[in-house]
C-alpha cells in the first residue's frame, strides 16, 4: 500500500507553506497559478505537484517577485529559478521546504542531498540551530493541526538524530574535559522527545565539558547513583509533554529534596511544560532556559 500523502486541502497547503488560504485561493483565481482537482464525491483537494508549486511561488515572492511577474514565468522553469536564488541568497527556507518534501514522501534521498548541499556553507551546529530547530518546530504544529501523521514525524526525527549522533561521535574522542563540572543529560519518564537534549549534548562535548547522556524516561531514583562517581553535577532535562502540568511542581520539589541536597548541584530545566511553572519561585539551584542557545551561552 503506498502511503504518500498526496492530497491536500487547502488548510493543509496553509499550514504547510505558511500561505493564508485567502490568499492561494486569490492567486489560484486571479493568476491562475493552482488548479484544484475534484473527488469523486466533489470535494476540493490539491496533488503533490501543486504542493511543490506553491511551496516554489511562496518562496519567489518572499525574495521579491510579485505574484503577476511569477504567473508569466514558464512552470517548468520555476524550480531553476528558486534553486538558483537560493544559491545567491538566503538558502535557510529553501532547504526547510525540501525537508519538508522529504517527509511527506518519506524521500531519504532528499533528506541527505539537502543536507549535504547546506554543508557546503555552514556547520553542523549551524544547520541544526538555523535549519533543524525551525523545521522541528513547524513539524510540532503541523502534526498538531493532522496535516501530518505521527509516521511523517518519526521520519524526519530519525534522521535528523542519525546526524547528531554521527557529529557527536566525531568530536567526542577530540576534546579534552576542560571543567570539573560534569552534565548529566536525562528526560523524565514518559519523556520520549530527545533531539533537543541531544543536541545539547553536542554542543557541551564541543566546548569540552563532560556530558554524561542518559537518554529517555528516566526515574529520579536512578539519577542520585550519580553522586557516588561525581561532584559538581549539572542535571539538565527537557519538558516537552513530561511532566504535565499538574505534576510538575510536585516534580520539581522531588527532585529538589532527592538530587540538590548539597550545594555543589544544580538543576537546568527547557521545554514548553515550563509554561506551567512560577519559575520566578524555584530555588536558586534550578534554573530554566527558554532555548537551546540560551543555556548554551550560559555554559
Not at 544544580?266 to 537551546?292: A, H, R, V
Amino acid at each position: 500500500m503506498n502511503n504518500i500523502k498526496n492530497r491536500f486541502s487547502i488548510k493543509d497547503l496553509e499550514n504547510l507553506t505558511g500561505v493564508k488560504a485567502h490568499t492561494i485561493r486569490i492567486w489560484e483565481k486571479r493568476y491562475n497559478l493552482l488548479e484544484p482537482k475534484r473527488t469523486e464525491t466533489n470535494i476540493r483537494y490539491y496533488d503533490l505537484p501543486s504542493f511543490q508549486k506553491l511551496l516554489n511561488v511562496s518562496y519567489l515572492n518572499n525574495n521579491g517577485y510579485k505574484i503577476s511577474k511569477i504567473a508569466t514565468i514558464e512552470e517548468s522553469k520555476i524550480p531553476a529559478l528558486v534553486r538558483e536564488i537560493a544559491v545567491d541568497d538566503n538558502i535557510e527556507n529553501h532547504a526547510i521546504n525540501s525537508l519538508k518534501l522529504a517527509m511527506l514522501n518519506f524521500d531519504q534521498i532528499l533528506f541527505y542531498n539537502t543536507y549535504e548541499s547546506l554543508l557546503k556553507d555552514k556547520n553542523f551546529s549551524e544547520i541544526f540551530y538555523e535549519i533543524f530547530i525551525p523545521l522541528l518546530n513547524e513539524i510540532g504544529l503541523l502534526w498538531q493541526t493532522d496535516t501530518i501523521t505521527p509516521a511523517h514525524e518519526h521520519f524526519i526525527t530519525t534522521l535528523i538524530r542519525q546526524k547528531i549522533l554521527v557529529n557527536t561521535e566525531l568530536i567526542q574522542a577530540k576534546k579534552i574535559n576542560k571543567s570539573n563540572k560534569t552534565f548529566v543529560l536525562y528526560l523524565p519518564e514518559n519523556e520520549i522527545h530527545e533531539l533537543g537534549l541531544m543536541f545539547i549534548n553536542h554542543q557541551l562535548i564541543y566546548r569540552g565539558y563532560q556530558s554524561i547522556f542518559l537518554g529517555q524516561s528516566v526515574p529520579l531514583k536512578s539519577l542520585a547513583d550519580l553522586h557516588n562517581y561525581y561532584d559538581n553535577i549539572i542535571f539538565v532535562s527537557y519538558f516537552t509533554i513530561n511532566p504535565d502540568k499538574n505534576s510538575i511542581k510536585n516534580y520539581i520539589k522531588e527532585f529538589e529534596n532527592t538530587l540538590l541536597k548539597d550545594d555543589t548541584s544544580e538543576f537546568w530545566i527547557l521545554g514548553k511544560m515550563l509554561s506551567s511553572l512560577n519559575t520566578d519561585k524555584l530555588p536558586e539551584q534550578i534554573k530554566t532556559y527558554n532555548s537551546i542557545q540560551s543555556l548554551i551561552d550560559k555554559v
